[in-house]
């Protein structure tokens, strides 16, 4: 099925040039991003029914925070994705990787032929990304809990060698059940990682049940607060607010930044709006053309 994904071609979606983008500092408007979105999660919506694939309301809620990311934040070109110098993105809530393979393709990483071929025996794009799978893709991820250590091992490189780079760490809240999470958390500060990023979709559901009832995650910001993070919560649908936060790291403090996005699983879709059943579910054929025609794509 076509969505018209300008995937490949960034010629196509000029506000979005990626390099342009950071060269010039040029934000794109709320209704820019909102288009950008909706054809995200299109794009996720076909790859999840055609593979049979779960974890649809996992990738929806990350979709404005990957969206601002790679399209303004993260210096990194597709014209040359493994300069030394690039901004590092740690893609590290793997399940959701459709959101990240579908974001990196639109912003021309690869072409959309490779994108369709998502979740197919022998294909690069596994239902979790392996590493260096395709231009963009960092990390092995979907082992949750490992993402951070990985992302500080690279900041703190970019210190040792002396380099400009900054690593961004998406996580998931679930994800911070892991205590791997938290010695990360701590030695990050320790070693003044001012250039490491920690955003955490905190959409309150994981797997099996609500994030508060499984491990009390609240009060998540203070949390990083107390462990020396320079601390910040934001509305993670909101693309001007998660720009404007993330535009500014290092933010001068010295302590790397933790960004908890508060955000809402399935978000874009009202009937998986907050109900974790699409945690796993498959849109059935009646289900794709009801989403598509909400999202505003028929
Ligand atoms: C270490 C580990 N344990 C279990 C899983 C299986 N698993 C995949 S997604 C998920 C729940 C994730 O919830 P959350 O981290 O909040 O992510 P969300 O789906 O809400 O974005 C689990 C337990 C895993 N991927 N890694
Ligand atoms: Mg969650």
Partial sequence: MELGLTAGTRESAP?????????????????????????????????????????????????????V??????????DNPYDPNRDRFVFSKGHAATTLYTTLSTFGFFPESV?????????????????????????????????????????????????????FVLMSDGECNEGSVWEAAMLAPAQRLDNLVAIIDFNKWQATGRSQEVMALSPL???????????????????????SVLSKVPDGSGRPVAVVANTVKGKGVSFMEDDNNWHYRIP???????????????
């Fill in 69 to 78: 990311l790679l399209g303004s934040i993260v210096k990194m070109s597709p």
């Fill in 15 to 67: 506000v979005f040039e990626h390099c342009g983008l950071n060269r010039l500092g040029i934000a794109p408007t709320d209704a820019e991003y909102d288009a950008l979105c909706r054809r995200i999660r299109g794009k996720v919506l076909e790859l999840s029914h055609r593979a049979k694939t779960p974890h649809l309301a996992s990738a929806f809620s990350c979709v404005e925070l990957v969206a």
């Fill in 115 to 167: 994108l369709d071929t998502f979740g197919t025996a022998g294909s690069t794009l596994a239902e979790q990304p392996s590493p260096r799978c395709q231009p963009g893709v960092e990390a092995a991820t979907g082992s949750l809990g490992h993402g951070l250590s990985l992302g500080l091992g690279m900041a703190l490189a970019s210190k040792i060698k002396e380099q400009s780079f900054r690593t």
């Fill in 221 to 243: 910001k203070q949390k990083w607060e107390a462990f020396g993070w320079s601390a910040y919560e934001i509305d993670g649908h909101n693309t001007q607010e998660i720009l």
């Fill in 284 to 298: 059935s054929e009646e289900e794709l053309l009801a989403a598509r025609k909400e999202l505003g794509l028929i």
